[in-house]
């Protein structure tokens, strides 16, 4: 069982698989023909009642593209009214004037994903012609006074240092940068490896998909734990099952760190560990934590919003 000290206080809402991109390394798949799944807005506006009740703080809808679900304003404006600290993880492809209007609410917080300075390299990343769209939107964000940060994709460190540069140049300064992580379109396996996450998901976080499944985290969405439409979120998230799931991710995750060492591979983008040495650029501190999307040049402490924790699609 999972102890109160343990439980969830940050969740991903992961409510949609439809999004305007198809982007390669999607860790869902999400794009064009994606759908919202099962859940309906009454269905996410009880579960956000739940998990403030359940002492959870901290919210972020992602997706897809989270502003295309039907009922996410809405979301957005009660997660809110309930007090919990609120992301959207959004594209920036297109933004309606109602969303810029929510997005400089007080509470709110805005995520992006960047893939390069020049915009051949992010279109064939999302598969769309779409670089433009999302840096003027970004300027237009910083220019609003919109909290923003930016997660940059990428196993070329000449590609993301220009790509710092360029959203430095804008007046972004919470930046973080990752390697395509092996999950959905960015696998490299038939399967999904446990062994190839942070192994902190399910501490003080976890993730409800769109059908109301409940995973220690988005990356790891094949390890059901239970379901929200059948089950209370409480008693999911301090389920035996979420405790078992979380074991077994640290096990593979440990096993797997073990198999490194023993054969002298100090990869230089290995997942984040404690004083991990083997990223020289910005070696990982000893609290630091691999959320999806955070990177070794953050200090990711549990949290989500409000944290250098930046999920990133």
């Known amino acids: 069982m999972i102890t109160t000290e ?8 992961d409510l949609t698989r439809k999004c305007q991109l198809s982007c390669v390394h999607c860790y869902n798949a999400s794009g064009p023909d994606g759908n919202h799944g099962s859940m309906t807005g009454e269905q996410w506006i009880s579960l956000l009642d739940q998990a403030a009740a359940s002492r959870v703080t901290g919210v972020q809808f992602i997706g897809g593209e989270p502003t295309m679900h039907p009922d996410a304003e809405e979301l957005v404006r009660h997660a809110l009214d309930l007090g919990l600290r609120t992301e959207v993880y959004s594209n920036l492809v297109r933004v309606t004037d109602e969303w810029w209007e929510l997005f400089q609410h007080h509470g709110v917080s805005v995520a992006t994903s960047y893939y390069s300075d020049r915009a051949e390299q992010h279109n064939a990343m999302t598969g769309r012609r779409s670089h433009a769209r999302t840096r003027a939107n970004i300027e237009k964000a910083i220019g609003l006074g919109v909290p923003l940060r930016a997660g940059i994709v990428g196993d070329s460190d000449r590609i993301i240092d220009a790509a710092r540069r360029d959203l430095e140049a804008l007046g972004v300064t919470r930046i973080g940068a990752d390697h395509v992580r092996p999950f959905g379109r960015g696998a490299r396996e038939p399967a999904p490896d446990p062994a190839n996450l942070c192994g902190q998901c399910g501490t003080g ?6 059908n109301g499944e409940v995973s220690p985290c988005v990356f790891s969405g094949w390890l059901n734990v239970g379901n929200v439409q059948e089950a209370p ?3 999911i998230l301090s389920s035996a099952a979420m405790a078992e799931a979380n074991a077994s991710i640290r096990s593979a995750v440990g096993a797997a760190r073990a198999r490194r060492l023993d054969l002298g591979n100090c990869e230089p983008k290995q997942d984040c560990a404690p004083k991990n040495n083997c990223y020289p650029k910005a070696p990982c501190q000893p609290d630091q934590r691999c959320d999806p999307g955070c990177s070794p040049h953050d200090l990711c402490k549990p949290g989500g919003p409000g944290t250098e924790c930046p999920p990133r699609n």
């Open 233 to 235: 979120l409480d008693a």
């Open 205 to 210: 976080r976890a993730s409800i998909g769109p």
């Open 6 to 13: 343990e439980k969830p206080r940050f969740l991903w809402l």
